[in-house]
């Protein structure tokens, strides 16, 4: 049994793995969302933790609160859903436009890692009108009461690979974001849902065009689900690729997540999805 609960007082976002639609009485958050940071929301060491069902003596933080690792994103790239890797360096925001940042990372597909640059632009936000209240018992039996707006930052991704690399492209599409802010105007990554079968974050959807030639191919990624994946994902908690497609770099996702977890193999699996491969 879940040993935290949610009152709602307006209208549920809809949440689903090609992102998010926001409730009819939503508000236009645009002109508000360039005074904030989105870099935290993009890259991070940790990300908070509200839900109670992960309290732990060990991890208590923050005066109660806890933190996650900051999810590394799954992706596909091609109409075989080839497993892409991206990972971001850096995200600084323009000193010359508060709407966009400055980003620096890396892409890998087989043992193909390439450098990118590139740059994330808010383009659209919404925030709830309505405020929803969490009440979390804490350890010490003393509940909390944390009041908070969700809201969503629609982006336009362009991040271009090194150019000196013959099998090098360029990306474009949609990233859309979710976040919510709390009673002090402090925003944080919108994990509060996390409990939820279809949970996800971070959803990019787009094309990754081939420099100097005509080649394009569908690209996706995304924290914990990967939107318009098709048949890719057959998992009902949470992502689980599908047999079909395991030979092209998902098979040793699945030997991580789905062995015994106290096995060799899977150990050695988990070692391999953990491992730094941007460091390369």
Known sequence: MKLFVFIVL??????????????????????SIKTFDLSKLWRGDSIRV?????????????????????????????????????????????????????????????????KFYGTITVVKARVSKEVTVMIVPRPDKKNSEVLFKQGVAYCDIKFTEDTTRPTSGTITGRLTTRFYLDSSQHMFYDNLNNISDSYCNNQFIGLWKKNKTDSIKRCSWGDYRIPACGDLDEGAGGFSPADKYLMNGWQNYRDANFGGPETPATKRAAALENFRWWKL
Do not use: C
């Open 10 to 31: 307006g209208i549920a976002f809809s949440i689903g793995t090609t992102g998010w639609a926001m409730p009819a009485d939503s508000t236009n958050f645009y002109l």
């Open 50 to 114: 509200l839900e109670n069902e992960h309290y732990s003596a060990e991890k208590l933080i923050f005066e109660g609160e806890l933190t996650d690792k900051f999810p590394e994103p799954y992706g596909f790239i091609g109409l075989d859903y080839q497993r892409f890797y991206i990972h971001y360096l850096t995200i600084k925001k323009d000193t010359g436009n508060a709407y966009r940042y400055v980003v620096t990372g890396k892409t890998k597909v087989k043992d193909s890692v390439r």
